[in-house]
C-alpha cells in the first residue's frame, strides 16, 4: 500500500526529514504543499515536484492525502493537527507535539472523534546509544547513578523567525525539551511530577535564549538541562556514576545522515571503554517508524501517546515555572 503525504508548510525540515526520506520508499509519497505564503510554496513545489494546494485546510480535505505533515510554528501545532484529526488523517507533528497537557488532551479528544492518529515528529527515539546506556545502568557495574547532565547550543535564529517570538511558541528551551526529555525517558525514566526551570531573556516578555532546567529521577538521581542560542552547536549527555561518567555527544548528527555515536566510559581509575552504535539516519528511521506505524507491522498508537504526555507535561511544568520567575522578577522592576 502506498500513503500519499501532504505538507502544512514549505520548510526545511519538511524537505529534509519528509521529502529527501521518501524518495527511497514506495509506501510513503509526498503528494501536497501549502504554505501561508503562497510564492514560497510555489517556489518548493517546483523545487521538489509536489503539488501545491491553495491552503492548509486544501490540504486537510483533499481526497487523495492520507496524511498530514506539520511543521508550522509551535503554537499552531495543535489547531492543525486537529483539523486533520476531524477529516480522518494521519497526522506528523514537528516536535514539539504541543505545548500543554490541554493541548494534548484536546489532541486525543480530536483523535477519538476524527479517527485520526497524531505522532510526534521525534527522530531521536529508539537510537542505539539510548540501548547501550540502559545497559551499562543496569549491570550496575560502576555503582548508582548520580546525575545526567545534558547540555544543548542551537545557532541563534534569523531575526524575525518563529523562535524569537514568544507568542508563536519560540525559544530555546520548546526547541530543546524533546530531546532532552525523550533521551532521559529511554535511559533513566521520567519521574510521575517535578522539575523547574530558569530561563534568561533579552526583555522580561522575550522568548527565552538561554534556560536551565532540574529534573529529580525516580531513583534519586537528578537530571540537569543547560541550553541556549549560541554561535556552535551542541548536543550531549553525561551520566555520572559512582565509578564512571558516560558521555554521548553529537547525538543529533544522524539528522544530517547515517552516523554511528560513540558512547565512552570513563572510570574513576583512568580507564576508557567505548562502544560505538551501528550507523543510524534519523530521518529515514523516523520514516520507517510511521509506515510500521500505519500499517500495524510494529509498535501501537497508545505508546506513542502516553509517552508523549509524559514529556508534554513536564515540558509544560518546567517551563512554567521560569516564566513565574520571568514575570515575578517584571514586577518587582516595575515597582522599584
Known amino acids: 500500500m502506498t500513503w500519499r503525504i501532504g505538507l502544512i508548510g514549505a520548510t526545511g525540515i519538511a524537505a529534509r526529514a519528509v521529502i529527501a526520506?521518501?524518495?527511497?520508499?514506495?509506501?510513503?509519497?509526498?503528494?501536497a504543499v501549502a504554505a501561508s505564503d503562497r510564492d514560497r510554496a510555489?517556489?518548493?513545489?517546483?523545487?521538489?515536484?509536489?503539488?501545491?494546494?491553495?491552503?492548509?485546510?486544501?490540504?486537510?480535505?483533499?481526497?487523495d492525502v492520507d496524511v498530514v505533515y506539520i511543521s508550522l510554528h509551535n503554537s499552531a501545532h495543535l489547531q492543525w493537527?486537529?483539523?486533520?484529526?476531524a477529516e480522518g488523517r494521519t497526522v506528523l507533528v514537528e516536535k514539539p507535539l504541543c505545548l500543554s497537557l490541554?493541548?494534548?488532551?484536546?489532541?486525543r479528544e480530536a483523535e477519538q472523534r476524527g479517527g485520526g492518529q497524531v505522532l510526534e515528529a521525534l527522530p531521536t527515539l529508539g537510537h542505539p546509544w539510548h540501548d547501550v546506556v540502559r545497559r551499562v545502568l543496569r549491570q550496575g557495574r560502576f555503582g548508582r547513578l548520580r546525575d545526567v547532565q545534558s547540555r544543548f547550543t542551537f545557532r541563534t535564529p534569523e531575526p524575525g523567525g518563529y523562535r524569537l517570538r514568544p507568542d508563536l511558541?519560540?525559544?530555546?528551551?520548546?526547541?530543546?525539551?524533546?530531546y532532552w526529555l525523550q533521551a532521559l525517558q529511554e535511559t533513566v525514566g521520567l519521574p510521575s511530577y517535578g522539575g523547574a526551570g530558569t530561563a534568561w531573556c533579552a526583555e522580561p516578555h522575550g522568548?527565552?535564549?538561554?534556560?536551565?532546567a532540574v529534573l529529580p529521577l525516580p531513583d534519586g538521581a537528578t537530571a540537569t538541562l543547560t541550553c541556549s542560542f549560541a554561535a556552535q552547536h551542541t548536543a550531549?549527555?553525561?551520566?555520572?556514576?559512582?565509578?564512571?561518567r558516560v558521555r554521548v555527544r553529537g547525538v543529533l548528527l544522524p539528522a544530517a545522515g547515517a552516523v554511528a555515536l560513540n558512547v565512552a566510559i570513563r572510570t574513576t581509575t583512568g580507564h576508557t571503554e567505548i562502544?560505538?552504535?551501528?550507523?543510524?539516519?534519523?530521518?529515514?528511521?523516523?520514516?520507517?517508524?510511521?509506515?510500521?506505524?500505519?500499517s500495524g507491522r510494529a509498535g501501537h498508537w497508545g505508546a506513542e501517546s502516553a509517552a508523549a504526555r509524559d514529556r508534554i507535561r513536564i515540558m509544560e511544568h518546567i517551563h512554567r515555572t521560569a516564566r513565574r520567575e520571568i514575570r515575578a522578577a517584571a514586577l518587582d522592576e516595575e515597582h522599584r
Open 21 to 31: 526520506p521518501s524518495r527511497d520508499r514506495h509506501d510513503l509519497v509526498v503528494h
Open 42 to 63: 510555489a517556489a518548493f513545489g517546483r523545487r521538489h515536484g509536489v503539488t501545491v494546494l491553495p491552503s492548509y485546510e486544501d490540504v486537510v480535505t483533499a481526497p
Open 81 to 85: 493537527a486537529r483539523r486533520a484529526c
Open 102 to 107: 490541554t493541548e494534548h488532551d484536546l489532541l
Open 169 to 178: 511558541g519560540g525559544g530555546i528551551f520548546y526547541d530543546v525539551a524533546s
Open 207 to 212: 522568548v527565552d535564549h538561554a534556560f536551565e
Open 236 to 244: 550531549e549527555h553525561l551520566f555520572h556514576l559512582d565509578e564512571a
Open 275 to 294: 562502544t560505538r552504535t551501528e550507523p543510524v539516519s534519523y530521518y529515514p528511521r523516523q520514516l520507517e517508524r510511521l509506515a510500521q506505524l500505519l
